[in-house]
């Protein structure tokens, strides 16, 4: 009997100084902070940690670096688990492409032809409308002129 | 949002809820650049509409609203002059030889989308050629 007392006392001692061991929330959270700083991939991830359970939120870049702050946190001691809840930011828009102005001009002349009252200057990406037009014709010739795809339109038409 | 998107607020959100493909809405030096494929041709006017409401005559010059209908090939197209028969053009541009004619209100059958001005189109009578995509209203 007296072999499982010792067994014992020695399983609490064990017991008592894994409990002893075990870091609190706050540094895992610190230490996973810093981490995440330490690395640009991991930017925009913000790390809370309950009862070692990690919780990821916050924007990042791409899936990778979803995956990467994952891996990272999952390797800071005292992290039991990690609930990853971050998100994906979206593409950044592309920049518009004006069409060179040589299309431009052609692409005016098109446009332009069934309303001979109409004059059409291309400078820098820019359309400058002159002259006249019926009221009824007007958003045809603006839908025809906008699918160019020009930087801008100058409407200084006269309404007829 | 930048006082040119909330300016346009009321056409970006048309947009958005009228199944707008590849909508793209940016800012470029003071001008608002909307642009996509309208899946017919009523949501591209409904959207012409708003703009007109907001910018009278289209007066500001702060929006390209570059949205064009798109149609795959073999869709029938309406012709939409105003009354007039529309040219069909050896190549896409009006510098280009006239091969035949599409009367007002005809039927024709998109080939393919050259471009957002030309689709090559072709009449129930075998005439094939460009014609001028703003006249053309796919059914």
């Not at chain 2, 002059?81 to 039927?107: F, M, W, Y």
Request: charged share 20%.
């Amino acid at each position: 009997m007296k072999i499982f007392k010792i067994f014992f006392a020695v399983f609490m001692l064990a017991s008592i100084s894994f409990v002893g061991c075990k870091p609190k929330d706050s540094t895992v959270q610190k230490n996973i902070t810093d981490k995440f700083s330490a690395n640009p991939d991991c930017a925009g991830a913000i790390a809370t940690v309950d009862d070692g359970v990690a919780t990821l939120t916050g924007e990042v870049k791409d899936e990778m670096c979803k995956n990467t702050a994952e891996t990272t946190a999952k390797n800071v001691k005292g992290v039991k688990s990690v609930v990853n809840n971050l998100t994906i930011a979206p593409p950044p828009s592309a920049p518009v492409t004006v069409s060179p102005d040589n299309n431009l001009n052609q692409g005016v002349i098109d446009a332009t032809k069934d309303f001979p009252d109409v004059k059409a200057t291309v400078q820098d990406g820019e359309i400058t409308l002159t002259g006249s037009i019926k009221r009824s014709d007007l958003t045809k010739l603006m839908q025809s002129l906008n699918s160019l795809n020009p930087k801008k339109i100058n409407n200084q038409l006269t309404i007829k | 949002m930048s006082a040119l998107q909330d300016k346009y607020k009321s056409l970006i959100d048309a947009a958005k809820s009228s199944g707008i493909n590849n909508l793209q809405v940016s800012d470029q030096g003071n001008v608002l650049h909307i642009s996509g494929d309208a899946p017919n041709g009523q949501t591209k006017d409904k959207l012409w509409d708003i703009y007109g409401k907001i910018d009278p005559d289209y007066r500001t010059g702060d929006l390209i609203l570059d949205v064009n209908v798109s149609a795959t090939a073999g869709t029938k197209a309406k012709v939409t002059t105003d009354s007039t028969n529309l040219n069909i053009r050896k190549g896409p541009g009006t510098d280009q030889p006239i091969v035949g004619k599409a009367a007002h209100g005809e039927t024709v059958t998109v080939q393919n989308q050259t471009n957002d001005q030309w689709w090559l189109i072709k009449t129930d009578s075998g005439v094939e050629g460009y014609a001028y995509a703003q006249y053309l209203s796919p059914q």
